[in-house]
């Protein structure tokens, strides 16, 4: 893996030669370069048109295409075809399409039709994978590889097949060695449940009632193996075929079936796909929010994901692949972004520490499913709004050019098996681990502050502040290291809740984080609407934990409610950490951790890089930077517009 240097940010766009007749590449090509724009990503859902027939190669016609991008000076991200298997294949391998929790198959006709167990399709995707990169893997355009695309899209990661289940039992008995073993792990003895053989157990998808939580985490870390395991044959190629080249695969927002950090170990480079209104629109954000920020996207949802994935890289190194230009195609409602919002976005990502910002897609494609998708330019190759502001951007971050890294102040743990226990047995509604985690990073960024998002393993050295908003299952050795760790420490609700195998830990919830925090959980209740203990300028709602414990009551509701204990430089959050409570325990905790916040105006963000000091206005009106921020202005003013972007030196 190559370490962390930190360049110059580049553009880029992702383009489909294939989409186009071959008379406009060179026209395309020019003005990607002309725009300011530097590597193009293609190829990933070519397979058809790689391989027409089975082994009957059609290379020239891409052949032409990344010579026409070279010859214009272009870079070149290369996909593996493997989201998109052709109609011949699954003629010939009919089992090897996924099959939901339902029975059905899903069916040829869009994309991600395969399961990731199938043993035959695996050596398909492989076959195809040497292929390229046998053809392409030394050519000097080629940069980067990005393997298949969007793993997991369209609920296919959970795969209820033939070969799911073959290959889950041998998992299993991996994993637990015995059958006798597994009914002890899972508690088996309720319900009759217990198996004589690991033949006898199948996937748990269809019971009368719920199936066991334990079994369903089993199948969960099965199934998000089987992506990582599937990822990780393809990289192997194209190390071998086309050494010296990033290899990359490209995440999605709020998704979480799989273990991102399994699979980024693979990786030279993490990249996401931002689609801030779509995100907005059709994820749980509250309707006002929804309205407030229809243009521009919630303040915190890209920021989030750049934080995110940066810290699933082992070296740090992430980028975004997909960029939204304008209006998406699949969420309920489709607005456009507001005037210079795509350019925020991207300076956004620049002050995250991206490499590169892709945008989706070259021109609109006026067929099949994504007609109302905007690009850069639109159908009819006329400019869309999205292409004069990726050209501005261009000229901003050649006058920035590179960016310093952001201090360490705030650690976020996070990890995707935590949203599987809360998704598994939610026991409320709105308690999903990783909308606390969301909440806690929203919460933290209105006080001005720079967060990383860190899995459970990483050291924790140089941070002030550490934050675990619900971790349910503590791994091993993170005790030790917040131990070791001699800054403050947050500890949320459901934090080491259950063990290994999703029984309640030994000695009552936080469980081994009882090394750390003086107290158990006794009891819990998750709250319906409008059941609630307010407390002065916050609220518990939702979840509630009863906590036998010496520590310290700090924040008490009006009717006596302990919504947070605290124990020297721990303190424990035993209600939901809703917007309004999460930043009223954070800002105490920021202030024990010595750390300088700000009180930002409505829909202001800050984000710290080296010398610079940047700042994001997502309102649909003009704000004022508090004098709390202070510095020389490099770009923007103190007072900044709808979507308008300053930036401050500080040295």
């Known amino acids: 893996m190559k370490t962390l240097n930190p360049p110059t940010m580049k553009l880029g766009v992702c383009y489909y030669p294939e989409h186009w007749p071959e008379d406009l590449w060179a026209k395309d090509a020019q003005l990607m370069a002309e725009t300011g724009l530097l590597q193009v990503r293609i190829g990933e859902f070519a397979w058809s048109r790689i391989e027409p027939d089975p082994g009957q190669f059609n290379w020239a016609w891409l052949d032409r295409a990344i010579e026409t991008l070279h010859a214009a ?136 009632t719920e199936a066991n939580p334990a079994h369903w985490l089993a199948f969960r870390r099965f199934a998000s193996d089987e992506v990582a395991t ?3 044959s393809q990289v192997e190629i194209l190390r071998e075929l086309s050494p010296d080249r990033d290899v990359v695969h490209n995440y999605m927002g709020f998704f979480t079936e799989f273990d991102h950090h399994a699979v980024a170990a693979e990786l030279d480079v993490v990249g996401w796909d931002s689609y801030p209104l779509g995100f907005l ?65 991207t300076l956004e990502a620049m002050a995250h520490g991206a490499e590169l910002v892709s945008y989706f897609r070259w021109r609109q494609f006026p067929q099949a499913q994504e007609q109302h998708h905007a690009g850069l330019l639109r159908p009819d190759s006329e400019p869309a709004p999205g292409l004069a502001e990726a050209a501005q951007s261009a000229r901003d971050i050649a006058e920035l050019g590179p960016v310093g890294a952001p201090p360490r102040q705030v650690a976020l743990v996070f990890a995707y098996d935590a949203d599987w226990v809360t998704k598994i047995q939610p026991q409320g509604a709105g308690t999903s681990a990783l909308w606390a985690t969301f ?53 949320g609700p459901r934090s080491g809740s259950r063990d290994a195998d999703f029984a309640i830990s030994d000695g009552l919830p936080p469980g081994p984080l009882q090394a750390l925090f003086p107290g158990k959980v006794v009891r819990v209740e998750s709250l319906r609407p409008g059941l609630t203990h307010p407390g002065k300028g916050w609220e ?35 209600a939901w950490p809703n917007q309004e409570f999460a930043r009223a325990v954070l800002a105490r905790a920021a202030k024990d951790a010595g750390l300088a916040t700000h009180v930002l105006p409505e829909g202001l963000r800050l984000r710290r890089a080296g010398e610079k000091t940047f700042a994001f206005n997502y309102r649909q009106e003009t704000v004022d930077l508090p004098d709390s921020v202070t510095g020389h202005l490099l770009l923007g003013q103190r007072s900044l517009g709808p979507a308008e972007v300053s930036i401050l030196k500080t040295s």
């Open 230 to 232: 599937f990822n990780s």
């Open 439 to 491: 909440s806690c990073y929203s919460a933290l960024r209105k006080l001005g502050l720079d967060i990383d998002i860190v899995p459970p393993g990483r050291p924790l050295d140089g941070y002030a502040l550490v934050v675990l908003p619900c971790l349910p299952i503590v791994p091993d050795g993170l005790v030790a290291e917040l131990q070791r760790f001699s800054g403050q420490v947050v500890i």
């Open 73 to 208: 000076g272009l870079q070149v991200i290369l996909g593996t075809p493997t989201a998109t298997p052709p109609k011949w294949l699954i003629d010939a391998m009919p089992d090897m399409v996924a099959i939901n929790q339902n029975g059905q198959p899903r069916a040829f006709g869009s994309r991600r039709h395969y399961c990731f167990s199938h043993r035959g399709y695996r050596a398909e995707a492989a076959r195809i994978t040497r292929a390229v990169a046998s053809r392409y893997g030394t050519h000097p355009a080629v940069v980067a590889w990005q393997t298949d695309n969007e793993y997991g899209c369209h609920d296919t990661v959970l795969s209820f097949s033939e070969a799911a289940r073959i290959a889950f039992r041998k998992w299993l008995a991996t994993r637990y060695g015995t059958v006798k073993a597994l009914n002890r792990a899972w508690g088996n003895v309720f319900w009759s449940m217990e198996y004589r053989s690991f033949d006898e157990i199948d996937l748990p998808g269809l019971t009368v």
């Open 540 to 574: 518990i709602e939702h979840w509630l934990e009863h906590v036998e414990t010496a520590a310290t009551p700090e924040m008490i509701a009006l009717d006596g409610t302990v919504a947070c204990w605290c124990e020297g430089r721990v303190r424990y959050m035993a």
């Open 281 to 345: 629109d059709s994820f749980p954000f509250a309707e006002a929010d929804k309205l407030a920020y229809a243009r521009q996207g919630h303040p915190d949802i890209a920021a989030f994901h750049h934080d995110l994935y940066r810290g699933c890289s082992p070296s740090g190194r992430w980028s975004v692949l997909e960029q939204q230009p304008g209006p998406v195609n699949w969420a309920n409602h489709n607005p456009a972004p507001l005037p210079a919002m795509v350019r925020l976005w």
